[in-house]
């Protein structure tokens, strides 16, 4: 900002051309020069701060900038310059072309109001890159969302692809657009992007057959050739070398800086995002293979029978391979191509064409095809492009036009591309000068009138509908007879010959002037930016614009849907005799339907300038520059400017905008306008000279005191916005406050009567239990007396007894069996009855077992107490028990009475004989065992010799102090004796027994019975015994050496013996 209000100041590179001084063109032109030195390419001219933030109603002068090519690219369009630019105010910014879009689009979307960006200039000046970056400008800084994007990208690929097909390398610009394009693009109230249309004006179809050296044809073609793959190639029957297609050039086809193949992809992606289907491609490049093969297809000349002179076909394959790709029978188009149908009085007379004719058709076919192409591609653009729905809409116009162009050798094409430009400058000069002007004389303001050139002159030479050259060109078109240039040119002669832009030979001759520089055939037209002089050579063919009908019936007749869409005049059906308009009137028709849509939109100019001629950077050519100065009425455009007011507006809006500057006029003002404006101005003391007041406007002097009143204007909006914001929400806090204490009273309101209302029945609820138990009381004291009382009791008792009852009695029927081995025994019926069942069960058992002893004969009874006595001594404690189990006590095992050899012992044993049995009894000496014959009668034990049967050694049983028997299964015993007695002094007894329990058992039973008391036994591993030389320590070992016979004793010493058992 501070470089842009400093550059303001810069006397030598003013960035606002109105403040140049002194203003003249050298002054103007070095100003350009020295902005241009320091890359400054852009300058205002005395518009900076109109537009946007200003104008609302009457007359507007649009903004201006202007730009120099810098031939280079320059770091001023990236996106932080779109930031700084971005809601920039126009006057504060140094001039870009992206602050003129900025003020365009704000204005178009803050106030409602269509724009239109007039972008002018010489070829190669720069005018497609400017809209490019309009375009590029208002899609960055519009608004974003998925639809909003798509659509903006379809607008910005329209580039590529209409660039593409209509520009073409020039001696002026590798990249020189040959047609005139014209955008609107839509947008909602919101400002964000709906759309486009885009209208195509004049394509410079003669490219097709023709280029100077150093040119190229339209890029289409080699962008095709260089960047379709092999297979596209062949689909289209190409061949990727420039060099054979005869309407290409053949050397340099490549330019430098430009990728041809990348391009071809750019753009096929771009066809992609706008939408075209994969086979409407296909479609267009087969079309515009068909072009490109057409200049190929050589004519011979043949003669005929009568000696005419005949074109054929010189080589076939080019044409057939033509009709396969259009779908075209190939002798249908030769005929088209060679002869020509001629209407003779009513008949239809088919005529050879000589050989130059042949090739003028194919060439005028070639051109036909090419430029309904291009239309045909706009249209389809369009239709992807157009606002669907009807919403309201606003419209900003960009138009890239073809520059005044001055040749060597002018011909029809630039006649007509120099009337548009004529045309844009006449609105130029309506809008900007003119109009301007005639308002402040309107308005009754003191003003001293600038001198300008008015060209109307100039287009009403060429349009008007009775006298221009136009309208003759196109009487001459349609006369009957014979026609041709020459015929034309002296129709001009006579109807201009006193004009003062026309001149010719002719004139010339007539005025006696010599002019060497005017050859005949030619005429020449002053036009506001210089002197043309036109070639009227094909003039009348181009006019015409004709294509020979048979040709147009070819075409139609093609399969190919696209090729046929385009020659809808070649339906036999629809042959029509009316000539189709010509291309002069064409154009006058589209460029006045051009200039009332303008004319209806806010202007905005993008002054295009070309620096030099050569195309390079850094070079400034200054008479280059200022002839292009000159025609852009640059000079006239500063100057009124500068005597000018910068902004006017009528009273009414104006006291509406800023009434509220004053207080006198705010917030009503109820006297006039203008007075109004009077007292409001009067209150904010600008220097007079600043304002003027109109008979209708006020009018502003300088963007500065009009920036003053908007930013005062702003402040103020900005205070009132804070008083309106600060009343309501006082206000909103007020209601939302009141609301919320009404709620909150209601609410305890509520909440209190719900809780007395509680309260309340729970009272009633305590009164009635209370009721309940009092009367409750009451009527049990009163009805007592007619009860008996513990009758729950009796009742409760008798039912129990009446249960038992039962129970017994079902007990007593469903006994278990008698057996002492069945314990089974019912369940009790009530869980009541469950301890006496377990008790009665067990009760039942021990009388059942009881009853099974009584039974049993005294032996058994004696055998079963001895087992049982057996359990209790050796049960878990000794391994032999187990064993034992299955052997019954016999007591007797010697056969006493039966066995005549111990008589004499059974006589010892009389009836008291207890146990009789064969042990072994263990020396104490050595250990080794020797039989003996045991008895137990009920006082003594007495051990015999086998053989003699004699008693050896008798115990009383009184002698014996203890047993120690072993835990093992084997039947060793220590019989321990009292040290007192007889026998006892000879030590303890080992023995060994084979019934051990039985013996043990006996022997603890007969002791118990005898003494009275129970006869201590030892189970243990370890004991010691007494032998008659002292004590032994005997230690039991589990040993496998113990063998199946008995224990095996070990004496270890003199007092330690070792028992194996197993
Ligand atoms: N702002 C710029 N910055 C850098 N280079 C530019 C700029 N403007 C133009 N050029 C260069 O100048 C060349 C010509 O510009 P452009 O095609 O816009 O001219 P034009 O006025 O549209 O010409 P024509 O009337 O032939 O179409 C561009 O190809 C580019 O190289
Ligand atoms: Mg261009």
């Known amino acids: 900002m501070e470089g842009a209000s400093s550059s303001l100041l810069d006397a030598e590179a003013v960035a606002d051309l109105v403040l140049l001084d002194p203003l003249t063109e050298e002054s103007l032109v070095q100003t350009l020069q020295e902005r241009f030195r320091r890359r400054d390419i852009y300058v205002g001219s005395g518009t900076r701060g109109f537009g946007g933030t200003t104008g609302t109603a009457g007359t507007y002068i649009g903004n201006v900038v202007i730009s120099v090519n810098p031939y280079q690219s320059l770091p001023i369009y990236t996106p932080e310059k ?15 072309i992206y602050a003129i879009a900025d003020d365009a689009y704000r204005s178009l979307r803050d106030r409602d109001r269509d724009q239109c960006i007039l972008i002018t200039g010489e070829s190669g000046a720069g005018k497609t890159e400017a809209s490019k970056l309009v375009m590029s400008y208002v899609a960055a800084v519009s608004s974003k969302g998925e639809e909003v994007n798509k659509v903006k990208e379809q607008l910005l690929q329209s580039n590529p692809v209409l660039e593409a097909f209509g520009n073409a390398k020039t ?22 992007p709906l759309g486009g249309v885009i209208s195509n004006y004049l394509l410079e179809k003669s490219r097709i057959v023709r280029h100077m050296k150093g040119e190229r044809n339209f890029h289409i073609f080699y962008q095709l050739l260089a960047g379709a793959s092999p297979q596209l190639l062949q689909q289209l029957k190409l061949r990727q070398d420039c060099g054979h297609y005869g309407y290409l050039n053949r050397e340099g086809s490549n330019l430098p800086g430009m990728d041809d193949a990348a391009n071809f992809h750019a753009m096929q992606d771009a066809m992609r995002v706008i939408g075209f289907s994969p086979a409407e491609v296909t479609e267009l490049l087969q079309v515009t293979a068909v072009v490109l093969k057409l200049g190929n297809v050589q004519l011979s000349s043949s003669f005929q029978a009568s000696g005419m002179e005949a074109c054929s076909i010189a080589e076939p394959r080019e044409l057939r391979e033509i009709c396969e790709l259009i779908g075209l029978e190939p002798g249908t188009l030769e005929r088209a191509l060679c002869s020509r149908t001629v209407k003779a009085r009513d008949e239809m007379v088919l005529t050879t064409l000589t050989v130059p004719q042949g090739y003028y058709g194919r060439d005028a076919l070639a051109k036909n095809i090419y430029s309904r192409l291009f239309n045909w591609l706009v249209n389809r653009i369009n239709a992807s492009i157009q606002v669907k729905s009807d919403k309201q809409r606003k419209v900003m116009g960009v138009l890239d036009i073809y520059g005044f162009e001055i040749f060597q050798d002018n011909s029809f094409e630039q006649f007509i591309i120099n009337y548009c430009n004529e045309k844009l400058q006449q609105i130029f000069i309506l809008m900007t000068l003119k109009e301007e ?3 402040y004389v309107r308005e009754g303001i003191q003003w001293t009138p600038v001198e300008f050139f008015d060209n109307s002159i100039i287009c009403n030479l060429i349009e008007n509908s009775t006298t221009g050259i136009l309208a003759m060109l196109d009487e001459e078109c349609l006369r009957p007879g014979v026609v041709n240039e020459d015929t034309f040119l002296t129709k001009l002669n006579q109807l201009l010959a006193t004009h003062k832009h026309y001149e010719s030979k002719e004139t010339q001759n007539a005025r006696r002037v010599t002019d060497t520089s005017l050859p005949p055939r030619c005429f020449r037209i002053h036009h506001y930016a210089g002197k043309v002089t036109y ?35 070649g339906d036999p059906q629809k042959v029509s005799l009316k000539l189709p308009p010509t291309a002069g009137s064409q154009f006058k028709s589209s460029v006045a339907m051009l200039m009332k849509n303008l004319y209806s939109k806010n202007p905005n100019y993008i002054r295009c300038i070309k620096p030099n001629d050569t195309k390079s950077a850094m070079v400034f050519t200054p008479e280059l520059v200022l002839a292009q100065i000159r025609y852009l009425g640059l000079m006239e455009n500063v100057r009124v400017r500068r005597a000018g007011y910068a902004f006017r507006q009528l009273y009414g809006p104006f006291l509406q905008r800023y009434k509220m500057l004053n207080p006198r006029t705010w917030p009503r003002w109820d006297g006039g306008d203008r007075q109004g404006a009077e007292v409001l101005l009067a209150g904010l003391a600008f220097p007079t000279e600043e304002l003027a007041f109109g008979h209708t406007k006020i009018f502003i002097r300088s963007p500065h005191t009009l920036f003053d009143l908007e930013r005062r204007r702003q402040e103020r909006v900005a205070q009132l916005a804070t008083l309106i914001q600060k009343t309501f929400r006082g206000w909103r806090c007020r209601t939302q406050y009141q609301l919320m204490r009404k709620s909150q009273i209601l609410i305890s309101a509520w909440f209190r009567g719900h809780r007395q209302k509680n309260r309340y029945k729970q009272m009633k609820r305590s009164a009635l239990i209370l009721q309940a138990y009092a009367r409750g009381w009451k009527a049990r004291k009163t009805y007592r007396k007619y009860f008996r009382s513990n009758a729950s009791t009796c009742v409760a008792n008798f039912i129990y007894r009446r249960l038992v009852q039962r129970y017994l009695l079902g007990l007593a029927k469903n006994l278990p069996p008698l057996s002492v081995t069945d314990r089974t025994w019912p369940p009790a019926p009530y869980r009541f009855l469950d301890d006496a069942n377990q008790e009665l069960k067990n009760i039942f058992y021990h009388w ?32 032999l028990y187990t064993k034992s189990l299955q052997q019954p006590f016999r007591g007797e095992y ?15 044993a009389k009836d008291k004989l207890v146990m009789a049995d064969t042990v072994r009894k263990v020396n104490r000496a050595n250990g080794k065992t020797v039989p003996r014959l045991l008895l137990l009668t009920t006082e003594h034990l007495v051990l015999a010799d086998p053989k003699a049967a004699q008693p050896k050694t008798v115990l009383s049983l009184s002698d014996i102090r203890g047993v120690s028997v072993t835990r093992f299964s084997d039947g060793f015993l220590a019989l321990h004796l009292k040290e007192v007695s007889t026998v006892g002094a000879k030590g303890d007894f080992l023995l060994v027994s084979d019934h051990l329990i039985e013996l043990v058992t006996r022997l603890h039973q007969t002791f118990k019975a005898t003494m009275g008391q129970a006869l201590p036994l030892h189970i243990t591993d370890r004991f010691s015994t007494r032998f008659p030389k002292g004590d032994v320590s005997i230690t039991v070992v589990e040993s496998p050496k113990a063998g199946t016979n008995g224990p095996v004793c070990k004496k270890k010493g003199s007092n330690k013996m070792e028992v194996l058992v197993h």
Request: positive net charge; aromatic residues 12%; glycine residues 4%.
């Open 535 to 569: 070639n009227v050579t094909g003039f009348i063919e181009k006019n015409n614009d004709l294509l020979f009908r048979d040709l147009s019936q070819a075409m139609w007749a093609a399969q190919h849907a696209l090729l046929r869409s385009l020659f809808p005049e």
């Open 171 to 192: 001696v002026r610009n590798d990249n020189s657009s040959r047609f005139g394009k014209y955008m609107d693009i839509e947008f909602d109230f919101k400002g964000e």
């Open 82 to 96: 779109v930031e700084e630019y971005r809601n920039c105010s126009f006057f504060a910014v140094k001039p870009h």
């Open 848 to 879: 059942k077992c009881k009853k099974y002893r009584d039974q049993l004969p005294a032996s058994h009874r004696a055998q079963l107490q001895a087992r049982l006595c057996a359990s209790e001594l050796f049960k878990d404690k000794k391994t």
């Open 894 to 908: 010697l056969g006493l009475k039966q066995n005549p050899k111990y008589q004499k012992l059974h006589a010892v």
């Open 437 to 439: 002007q005639e308002e």
